[in-house]
């Protein structure tokens, strides 16, 4: 399966000259931020592959539109921002298998204050898995030249990932271990979940919060009621 997503996300990557090594990247941040927050071994590989795999809705997506450097029109402009929704139907063929990846791949440009896309929901409905996903995406993503304009170096797109983290659109601590995977230093008073608790029991918490009994709470998340 690793081979598969692999030779995937290759393929994605070779549509446009830009994004060379884009998917690889994000699959490697992705999983090693994961790892930082104790994520569930699941949730860890279910990152992996789901960076591989992130921008396959691009596939949907002319060729000429992410190639514009300028403005898009309204029309291009959706259909791009749909490219997670094609992605999210495209992983449903695997069925049950494939849930996980499809639900990640769907989210990987929402932001917790509701300004992402393509759904604009908020934090409440972005898992730990999620916010990761979209921290590594839009690092990775900084590093690399688009048509609108240029790489940032790595020192100015961790400046940047932190602002957007500062301004509620990015998660704090998913921001600081995809950082910390990519090797820079991060702040360690924001490494870990309030009180100490991990990133499955910040999970379990909000879900609380929500209401849920431990019953719905354990079916939510696939794990036990104990």
């Given at each position: 399966?690793?081979?598969?997503?692999?030779?995937?996300?290759?393929?994605?990557?070779?549509?446009?000259?830009?994004t060379?090594?884009?998917?690889?990247?994000?699959?490697?941040?992705?999983?090693?931020?994961?790892?930082?927050?104790?994520?569930?071994?699941p949730?860890?590989?279910?990152?992996?592959?789901?960076?591989?795999?992130?921008?396959?809705?691009?596939?949907?997506?002319?060729?000429?539109?992410?190639?514009?450097n300028?403005?898009?029109?309204?029309?291009?402009r959706?259909?791009a921002?749909?490219?997670a929704?094609?992605?999210?139907?495209?992983?449903?063929?695997?069925?049950?298998?494939?849930?996980?990846?499809?639900?990640?791949?769907?989210?990987?440009?929402?932001?917790?204050?509701?300004?992402?896309?393509h759904?604009g929901?908020?934090?409440?409905?972005?898992?730990n898995?999620?916010?990761?996903?979209?921290?590594?995406?839009?690092?990775?993503?900084?590093t690399?030249?688009?048509?609108h304009?240029?790489?940032?170096?790595?020192?100015?797109?961790?400046?940047?990932?932190?602002?957007?983290?500062?301004?509620?659109?990015?998660?704090?601590?998913?921001t600081?271990?995809?950082?910390?995977?990519?090797?820079?230093?991060?702040?360690?008073?924001?490494a870990?979940?309030?009180?100490?608790?991990?990133?499955?029991?910040?999970?379990v918490?909000?879900?609380?919060?929500?209401?849920?009994?431990?019953?719905?709470?354990?079916?939510?998340?696939?794990?036990?009621?104990?």
């Amino acid at each position: 399966c690793d081979e598969a997503f692999l030779a995937i996300a290759d393929m994605i990557d070779m549509r446009m000259p830009f994004t060379q090594g884009h998917s690889r990247m994000v699959s490697e941040l992705a999983m090693g931020a994961g790892k930082r927050i104790g994520l569930p071994d699941p949730d860890v590989r279910a990152l992996r592959w789901s960076g591989c795999i992130h921008d396959i809705g691009e596939l949907v997506v002319p060729v000429a539109t992410w190639m514009r450097n300028g403005p898009l029109s309204v029309r291009e402009r959706d259909a791009a921002q749909l490219h997670a929704y094609y992605g999210e139907r495209a992983l449903a063929s695997f069925g049950r298998e494939g849930e996980a990846m499809a639900a990640l791949v769907l989210r990987h440009h929402e932001r917790l204050d509701g300004s992402g896309y393509h759904r604009g929901v908020g934090a409440t409905m972005l898992t730990n898995s999620a916010r990761v996903l979209a921290a590594a995406d839009a690092y990775h993503a900084m590093t690399q030249p688009r048509p609108h304009r240029a790489a940032l170096t790595d020192t100015d797109a961790a400046r940047q990932l932190r602002s957007e983290a500062d301004q509620g659109r990015l998660d704090p601590a998913a921001t600081d271990a995809v950082l910390a995977a990519a090797g820079h230093t991060t702040h360690r008073s924001r490494a870990g979940g309030p009180g100490g608790l991990t990133a499955r029991e910040c999970e379990v918490l909000g879900l609380l919060a929500q209401g849920l009994p431990n019953k719905g709470i354990a079916n939510e998340l696939g794990i036990s009621r104990k």
